[in-house]
């Protein structure tokens, strides 16, 4: 590629960008098509941004519930504890414990009422550990207290079972016997054992109207897993290396257990999040290129008043393949100068919403997790942009310069 060429033809191009047209209307198409991709832009902004802050809200809400990595058996519902190497695991950097958990679909009832959930038993210390306390919004995590086990239960669940904290009403579960058997008998069919509730908790997501903790030793009668459990949930000491933790427990563990990070926790959660900020991006992508598509009138009515230029430029030895650099150039130039402006408006009214929350989710005295759209700017959000922008703009410019026939006009 010969810069010297190249750099001509962007000056020249650039020039004639800022430089007075003979004819107005000529000024005014290039003017609705800057407007055009800059109002693209900006919106492709702001809507990747939104995504972003509701994707960071949503994960922010389950990644406090989740723990940082769950661990599970390739095959089969459960294993057993001592075929598990927790010592090693608890030796990795940046583990700070190892928790037993077992956990599974149960019936519940409450007086007259009834649902499934899912039962999660864990060491009476696990609400501690993971700092769930603020969690409950009415009566406590607490999942011992004076040497008696006590369940907490999800605010949804609790609400459609209608439970009364002060009641001496107790939460009744059933879970199928595992080995024993009797068709004449359904009812003989499940384990049953009872539990009062210490209190609610309120996760803000799904969790509220499927989880119900419980201590360990109680989920473990109820389900007859005798030295098993169904996972091992492993936190870590605020290590950010999630990553390295990982590759060091998969290459521990081996093929026999399975070790999901909280994002793989919720794979269909995110994964159905970014399919939807991509949708939303194709689509404006779209009208971003009808926008820019507008340049190819632009151009074909600049080369029509340039005749007396492009003839000066061939005296002076300028080929077809130069001049039509040109006008590629001025194509460019026109696409990225609405590309930039739009990212700018975008990037400011997005540092407006997070800095002031200027668009609300309704009145103040309603009762959300935030009371503003939530919005996280990206880097690659900007790139992605302007990219988008450029490699648009160019083929656009490529096939309205092509389809150009190039004459020898008289001074």
């Known amino acids: 590629m010969d810069l010297h060429r190249v750099k001509t033809a962007f000056y020249v191009a650039l020039r004639y960008l800022f430089s007075k047209k003979k004819h107005n209307i000529i000024n005014i198409v290039a003017i609705i098509s800057t407007l055009g991709i800059m109002a693209s832009a900006a919106a492709l902004i702001i809507v990747l941004s939104v995504f972003n802050g509701m994707e960071t809200l949503i994960a922010g809400s389950f990644n406090t519930f989740n723990p940082d990595f769950t661990i599970t058996a390739a095959e089969g519902k459960s294993f057993a504890v001592d075929s598990f190497p927790t010592q090693e695991v608890r030796a990795i950097q940046g583990v700070a414990s190892v928790q037993e958990v077992v956990s599974d679909m149960t019936l519940v009832t409450y007086e007259e009422k ?20 603020p969690l409950a919004i009415d009566g406590t995590f607490d999942l011992t207290y004076q040497q008696c086990d006590y369940a907490a239960i999800g605010a949804i669940a609790a609400g459609m079972l209608q439970i009364n904290l002060n009641s001496l009403e107790r939460l009744n579960f059933y879970y199928p016997k595992r080995t024993k058997k009797n068709l004449a008998n359904p009812a003989d069919a ?84 970014k399919s939807e900020k991509l949708i939303i991006f194709f689509i404006l992508a779209f009208i971003l290129i009808v926008a820019i598509f507008n340049i190819i009138g632009t151009l074909g009515m600049l080369i029509v008043e ?74 690659t959000d900007f790139l992605v942009v302007f990219l988008s922008v450029v490699v648009i703009s160019l083929i656009t410019s490529l096939l309205s310069t092509r389809a150009i026939k190039y004459e020898k006009y008289a001074l």
């Open 190 to 273: 499940f384990n049953k054992r009872t539990l009062p509730v210490s209190g609610v908790f309120s996760t803000n997501t799904a969790y509220d109207e499927q989880y119900v903790f419980c201590p360990i030793d109680f989920a473990r009668e109820l389900m007859r897993y005798e030295g098993e459990v169904t996972s091992m949930e492993v936190l870590l000491n605020g290590s950010k290396d999630y990553r390295a933790v990982q590759q060091s427990l998969e290459k521990l563990l081996g093929n026999r257990f399975i070790v999901k990070n909280q994002y793989q926790q919720e794979a269909l959660l995110f994964k159905t999040m």
């Open 306 to 379: 340039k005749k007396t230029d492009i003839s000066v430029l061939q005296s002076l030895g300028a080929d077809h393949g130069l001049i039509r650099q040109v006008f590629i150039w001025e194509g460019l130039l026109i696409s990225m100068l609405g590309g930039l402006i739009g990212m700018v408006i975008g990037f400011v009214v997005c540092w407006a919403q997070q800095t002031f929350h200027l668009i609300t989710f309704g009145s103040p005295e309603a009762s959300y997790v935030v009371s503003y759209y939530p919005v996280a700017m990206s880097w």
């Open 114 to 133: 009834q649902m499934l959930v899912r039962l999660k038993g864990v060491a009476p210390s696990y609400p501690a550990v993971r700092q769930w306390e």
